[in-house]
């Protein structure tokens, strides 16, 4: 199925928007028979830990740099080749634009 | 209207100009006067972009003689070629003047809030209209060595911008970086005029293309155009400026940036199907061009993921989003010698690249925005010292949320929407390089569920305690880019129809361009 050819279709905006809608108001349904003794703020909504006590947000808030560390332990190795040539330095900088005009250039010239 | 329409190309650059020369004497009597001052004149500048636009897609080409009797006036009696600057607007230059517009009148707004704590606001107002100036210069100019003067003037005015507030270390820093660079692609543009000057006696562009004969030193100024504009686009392995300069400069300073790394693509682009077209190795450039494209692509957001500096992040992904745009316009440019393959999968391919020119600008915009925000009210960029912001910054939140859905792709977004036409069509070329996109895409809405939840999820934290959202021209900078997305995502056929598709034919239409300003005239 080609968009050029046959439009947006399954993939139109306004279908997903209404199925979104319609998936709201099932979701609603569902909360809505829950339970109605539900109170925020009160004791009904601490959070329980095995009956440890629960450390502060700051302790309990994931941080950015915790995150996919599995997969950057996985691709050390590649992150090793790929972080050393962003050095911060602009001579750096210059001479990659010069080599890789140049490498450009010379393929251009020879290839067509 | 008509008197309106006919001087618009020179009126949408000359305005700008001259607020930006204004400035300085109406900020000295009051700083309302002068913010309604840029903002009234960027208004009145995305009016003549749309009337222009309107004028274009209806009527064909545009040109704009300085000088002359006549604005079509292209070739004087006596002459065989064009002697004056000429502006040719066609349907892709419209396009970029749509993005240029838009984002300059978002940024202002938006930086009227966040500038609002730093001294010489002028001088930042003053600094953006001529950033304005030289992208839409850019993108209008029909003439080689104008183009060159306003990619100065952009470059120049966007490094100021960038090394704005002094008082923050890495900000000169990330300013003398993009300067340096910018100023040695310069070089090499100018370089690369003069060796086409010395060859053909002629700077207008049509006037190139028609008398172009692919020769030795037009493949060395090739090689010099395209060097040059994919370091200023930010395309790897010329990429790593990128990154410096985004993250320090001021928010509103970010998403204009990009934009003027659009116009930078815009004029890659225009080099390589208008001024050289079907006179070079169709083959060989566009695989060029799709190498750049799966570099910028794949390391764009490998590199992106580990970042903790949530505008370096995001700076990386404008580096990995603008390899979409050359895969798609690469494999366009492949196969234009190929009808057949031309009207299969490669026009798509154009055509995806270049909603996806827009939806990038808007979204990047977007989410650079809603990174200045988070700065704006932490007072810092590290997500490590983020957390539970969605409590507070609700609009933010949301903003954040439609940008970030964009660029992944995900559907109904218009990111997607772009996305699933180069998908399409650069499968038919290389399936490789399609699933390449792909993998690319999923890693990209990694990257942002990572930003997402280390800033905006959680409990809230002590620090944050008494954070607010933030100001009101603040959010309505955001809602403006946001509203444009939302309504690109719920009609993008609507938006290929009208913007997309006569740009993407404006570039392939080589002969087209050509003939407006040279006419029947026989060099």
Redesign the interface.
């Known amino acids: 199925m080609f968009i050029s050819v046959f439009g947006y279709s399954l993939w139109n905006p306004v279908i997903w928007l209404i199925v979104f809608v319609i998936m709201a108001v099932v979701v609603y349904l569902f909360r809505s028979r829950g339970q109605e003794q539900y109170k925020r703020d009160t004791e009904q909504t601490r959070v329980f830990l095995s009956g440890e006590e629960v450390p502060g947000a700051e302790k309990v808030n994931i941080r950015a740099h915790n995150i996919y560390w599995g997969f950057f332990e996985t691709l050390k190795k590649y992150y090793m080749v790929l972080v050393k040539p962003h050095t911060g330095i602009i001579n750096d900088y210059v001479t990659w634009l010069v080599l890789v005009t140049a490498l450009g250039a010379v393929t251009l010239y020879i290839v067509g | 209207m008509s008197t309106l329409i006919l001087h618009s190309p020179i009126l949408i650059i000359a305005i700008p100009l001259l607020v930006a020369f204004l400035i300085p004497l109406v900020g000295r009597a009051s700083e309302k006067a002068r913010n309604t001052l840029v903002i009234s004149a960027l208004v009145f500048v995305e009016f003549l972009v749309i009337l222009l636009a309107r004028d274009v897609f209806v009527n064909g080409i545009h040109v704009y003689t300085l000088g002359a009797v006549s604005a079509d006036l292209t070739v004087p009696e006596h002459f065989i070629v064009p002697v004056r600057i000429i502006l040719e607007v066609d349907g892709m230059s419209v396009f970029m003047g749509l993005i240029t517009a838009t984002v300059s009148l978002a940024a202002a707004i938006y930086s009227i809030a966040f500038m609002r704590k730093e001294t010489g606001r002028d001088n930042f107002y003053t600094l953006l209209m001529l950033l304005v100036v030289g992208m839409f210069g850019m993108e209008f100019t029909g003439d080689m060595f104008n183009l060159f003067v306003f990619l100065e003037v952009a470059s120049i005015a966007g490094a100021s911008l960038a090394a704005f507030r002094l008082r923050f270390a890495d900000s000169a820093e990330g300013g003398?970086?993009y300067v340096?660079?910018s100023s040695?692609?310069g070089l090499?543009v100018l370089f690369a005029i003069g060796l086409l000057y010395s060859q053909y006696n002629v700077l207008n562009m049509a006037a190139i293309a028609s008398f172009i004969q692919y020769t030795?030193l037009d493949?060395?100024a090739?090689?010099?155009l395209?060097?040059?504009f994919?370091?200023k686009l930010g395309g790897v392995?010329?990429h790593?400026?990128t990154p410096?300069t985004y993250t320090v400069a001021p928010a509103g300073v970010t998403a204009m940036l990009v934009a003027a790394s659009q116009a930078s693509m815009y004029a890659l682009f225009r080099t390589c199907f208008t001024i050289y077209g079907g006179a070079l190795?169709l083959m060989?450039?566009g695989w060029?061009i799709i190498i750049f494209g799966i570099l910028s692509m794949f390391?764009g957001v490998?590199?992106a993921?580990?970042q903790?500096d949530i505008k370096r992040l995001m700076a990386y992904h404008a580096i990995s989003q603008s390899g979409y745009m050359l895969l798609g316009v690469g494999v366009g440019l492949a196969v234009l010698g190929n009808p057949e393959a031309l009207n299969s999968?490669g026009?798509?391919a154009m055509?995806g690249s270049i909603f996806h020119i827009m939806n990038h600008a808007l979204y990047k915009g977007l989410l650079f925005l809603t990174a200045g925000a988070l700065f704006y009210v932490t007072g810092t960029r590290?997500?490590?010292k983020m957390?539970?912001l969605a409590h507070k910054m609700k609009f933010t939140t949301v903003f954040f949320i439609i940008g970030a859905l964009s660029i992944a792709g995900i559907?109904?977004?218009n990111g997607?929407?772009s996305k699933?036409?180069i998908y399409?069509?650069v499968y038919q070329f290389s399936p490789v390089l399609s699933i390449i996109a792909m993998v690319v895409s999923i890693l990209t809405l990694?990257s942002f569920a990572?930003?997402f939840?280390?800033a905006f999820m959680?409990?809230?934290?002590?620090q944050y305690a008494n954070a607010r959202e933030v100001p009101k021209s603040m959010i309505i900078g955001m809602a403006i880019l946001a509203s444009v997305i939302v309504f690109f995502?719920?009609c993008?056929?609507l938006v290929i129809d009208w913007l997309v598709e006569p740009a993407a034919n404006a570039l392939v239409n080589q002969g087209l361009y050509i003939n407006t300003v040279m006419g029947a005239v026989v060099p």
Do not use: Q, R
């Open positions: 003398l970086k340096v660079l040695i692609a090499l030795a493949k060395i090739l090689m010099l395209v060097g040059a994919v370091m392995p010329l790593m400026w410096d190795n060989t450039v060029i390391i490998t590199m993921l580990p903790t999968y026009i798509t055509i590290d997500l490590n957390g539970g559907p109904p977004f997607f929407a699933v036409l399409e069509s990694a990572k930003a939840n280390s959680g409990p809230e934290l002590p995502s719920l993008p056929g």
